[in-house]
């Protein structure tokens, strides 16, 4: 077995009296000791997971439930001692969406409660509605004309009836073995692929959006689908179309009550369809849809530097979650690792050279909206041009991200910074007893540190072990699925990476910006 790349040790260094590169990639050894001391020892973190997860619950952007959670999380931020703590406006977002009730069930054939949520920024039910269910099977624009005039008052089951993986009940708590750290270490080149031809739609077949308005026009009582392949679980995302529509309440108004219904309760309903035995339902479900289009924010706040040159370091995550749970994975979990690393800074007094500055974003799960717009607001953006640029763009060293679920750091992805290897290689040392080990040259997507990483600043996510369970996005994603020790383990760890981060002589080295 070989090991791959390690920091060279400062020793070795000295001795090949190499000291031209990376003399600034310190580990301070005492003050790491403090950090794990607080971070281990004394950790808070999951009372700020408990308290997020269970007493606010999910957070959809742009909610009443989202705007109760900031304000709890910008009161914890100035209790443990931030300063400049903030929400910081970024869009017109749209209007609030909220669901306060809903009632689902199998009432013939058979008596049976059913699981379902709405699917959000649709509208509520006509109050409570017992429907005689159909599935319809909608595609083309001659479907329609079959349809028309058919389906009023009905529940009707749009989406075919899931396959259900029995696979994530039974994975326990999955680990990454040495051989795939190792792996993910390996140097691999990604040959570039041929951009494909644009796919052209066929005109026959209707949008998602334009199904949900012919539903609308017949009447409905009801759209019931489900997506989900896990037993028990539904995904909680929202109505095609209501991006393009702004978030607007006409739109919401617009459209049908939408339920996704757990694959085994959905699949009995067709079964029995398909029989061509008959299928009653009651529903009912209340959204609450606001008036008036507001701002959706950022939350950010800091621990002040020292340093004249006002340089700053970043950690976050985002704040924001789909709305069939408190998606304590994704990424309450996140949120409570910042929230703590702060916490822990500030337990045993550092007195950072940089600021020390936590963002905790809106938007994420609709598409990076708050940390996109921060990122362009404060530091702006090489691809519209020199003007583009802000002073502080040459003034961030790094930002570090949660984003992975609630498993514990295995290693780090150099994002395709090379040059940034010394110093996240040297700050991963102490904490190799905690299996932190990886560093991976690999680029990783699909969350906030993109903001950053997309206009050439350097943006890190963690590498960490998956998420024990079916993850985030679905209505089981609870406090229950949370291993305490990872997430003890993260905050000590990112508390250490945002130290070193701020202390360092140097910023962490960057990739060349991108060109216009
Ligand atoms: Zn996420």
Do not use: C
Not at 317 to 324: G, I, S, V
């Amino acid at each position: 077995m070989t090991r791959s790349i390690r920091p060279i040790p400062l020793v070795a260094l000295v001795l090949l009296g190499a000291t031209a590169f990376n003399k600034a990639v310190n580990v301070d050894w005492a003050t790491v000791a403090k950090i794990r001391e607080e971070g281990l020892q004394h950790s808070q973190v999951m009372e700020y997971e408990a308290y997020i997860a269970d007493v606010l619950g999910a957070r959809l952007t742009m909610s009443n439930d989202m705007q109760r959670a900031q304000s709890w999380v910008q009161a914890e931020m100035k209790r443990i001692g931030l300063v400049n703590v903030a929400a910081e406006p970024y869009m017109d977002y749209g209007v609030t969406w909220d669901n306060e009730y809903v009632s689902l069930h199998l009432v013939a054939p058979d008596y049976q409660p059913m699981v379902g949520y709405p699917i959000a920024h649709t509208n509520s039910t006509n109050g409570k509605q017992i429907a005689d269910a159909v599935i319809v099977d909608l595609q083309t624009h001659r479907d329609v004309e079959a349809l028309r005039g058919t389906l009023r008052g009905k529940a009707v089951l749009v989406t075919p009836p899931p396959v259900i993986d029995l696979g994530p009940l039974t994975n326990g708590v999955p680990r990454y073995t040495q051989d795939q750290l190792e792996a993910l270490e390996r140097v691999t080149i990604v040959p570039a692929r041929p951009v494909p031809a644009r796919a052209i739609r066929n005109p026959d077949l209707l949008t998602a959006a334009e199904k949900i308005t012919f539903y609308a026009a017949e009447g409905v009582a009801v759209v019931l689908q489900s997506e989900s392949g896990w037993l028990g679980a539904v995904r909680g995302f929202s109505r095609p179309g209501s991006r393009e529509d702004g978030w607007s309440r006409a739109g919401m108004l617009a459209s049908p009550a939408i339920v996704a219904v757990t694959p085994e309760h959905y699949n009995r309903m067709y079964r029995i369809l398909k029989r061509g035995l008959g299928v009653q339902v009651e529903v009912e479900v209340r959204n609450r849809i606001g008036a008036q289009v507001q701002k959706a924010v950022n939350l950010v706040g800091e621990i002040p530097g020292t340093d004249p040159r006002g340089e700053v370091v970043m950690l976050g995550a985002h704040l924001d979650t789909w709305h069939a749970s408190p998606n304590a994975s994704d990424n309450t979990s996140g949120v409570a690792v910042a929230l703590e690393a702060m916490r822990i800074l500030r337990a045993i007094g550092v007195r950072p050279k940089r600021t020390i500055r936590i963002g905790l974003w809106s938007g994420e799960e609709q598409g990076l909206y708050g940390s996109r717009a921060y990122v362009r607001a404060h530091f702006g953006d090489p691809r519209t041009g020199g003007a583009g640029v802000k002073p502080a763009y040459e003034k961030l060293s790094a930002y570090f991200n949660q984003d992975y679920g609630a498993g514990q750091y295995r290693g780090i992805y150099l994002q395709g910074n090379e040059q940034a290897r010394a110093h996240l290689a040297a700050w991963m040392e102490p904490f190799r007893d905690l299996g932190m080990t990886a560093v991976s040259n690999q680029s990783v997507g699909s969350t906030d540190h993109i903001a950053f990483d997309e206009v050439g600043l350097p943006g890190f996510q963690f590498l960490q072990d998956r998420t024990p369970g079916t993850g985030g996005h679905t209505n089981l994603d609870f406090f229950d699925m949370i291993q305490a020790e990872d997430l003890m383990k993260n905050a000590t760890i990112m508390a250490s990476y945002v130290y070193h981060a701020a202390m360092s002589d140097e910023r962490i080295p960057r990739k060349a910006p991108p060109r216009p």
